[in-house]
Antibody, heavy 117, light 112 residues
């Protein structure tokens, strides 16, 4: 079964840091572009970042550039999101997502990040 | 960035009736060399992650009931549910992958 399982979310103060992880199984992880997509409470969906299969190319939405960093370890079938200088507006459910057919075809259940003092 | 605008924001329909949701992009999402529109539709039920319904504007994802269909090209797209079932109550999003990756604001579908 194709599966993505996120972890690492929690409550953090403004300006703080957090590292999200995503464990992939059931497919050849190293073949696929991967993304993080977030959803603020009661709001819509926002793509955050993605990374090429070999990790050599990364893209970010403008609002997170310089603060969030996507990475992957294909030996461990894992995707990561390093989050620094967190702001209240980063509060959201963060989904790990596989890319295929020029869209997002497999989603994890998400991990919640809350930025508050 | 390409802005995706859905209409309506919400609708209530009786079971068995047809549902039409529109999505308009601020610029074309037709990839000319592949002749594919980089436009997808998702369904999100409460407390669940989004689920891919349609990709390349009109291709139904495996396992998706055939009452769901997508159409359109360029800048104007439509998701149609031919006969609404109770389990179709959800928020529906369109999403483009032509330039950046942006979603519409969502359309909430309820049972009347």
């Amino acid at each position: 079964e194709v599966q993505l399982v996120e972890s690492g979310g929690g409550l953090v103060q403004p300006g703080g840091s957090l590292r999200l992880s995503c464990a992939a199984s059931g497919f050849t992880f190293s073949y696929y572009w991967m993304s993080w997509v977030r959803q603020a409470p009661g709001k819509g969906l926002e793509w955050v970042a993605n990374i090429r299969p070999d990790g050599t190319e990364k893209s970010y939405v403008d609002s997170v550039k310089g603060r969030l960093t996507i990475s992957r370890d294909n030996r461990k079938n894992s995707l990561y999101l390093e989050m620094n200088s967190l702001r209240a507006e980063d509060t959201a459910l963060y989904y790990c997502v596989r890319e295929d057919k020029h869209t997002f075809d497999v989603w994890g259940q998400g991990t919640m990040v809350t930025v508050s003092s | 960035d390409i802005v995706m605008t859905q209409s309506p924001d919400s609708l209530a329909v009786s079971p068995g009736e047809r549902v039409t949701i529109n999505c308009k992009s601020s610029q074309s999402v037709l990839h000319r060399s592949s002749n594919k529109n980089f436009l997808a539709w998702f369904q999100q039920k409460p407390g669940q992650p989004p689920n891919l319904l349609i990709y390349w504007a009109s291709f139904r994802e495996s396992g998706v009931p055939d009452r769901f269909s997508g159409s359109g090209s360029g800048t104007d797209f439509t998701l149609t549910i031919s006969s609404l079932q109770a389990e179709d109550v959800a928020v529906y999003y369109c999403q483009q992958n032509y330039s950046g990756k942006t979603f519409g604001q969502g359309t909430k579908v309820e049972i009347k």
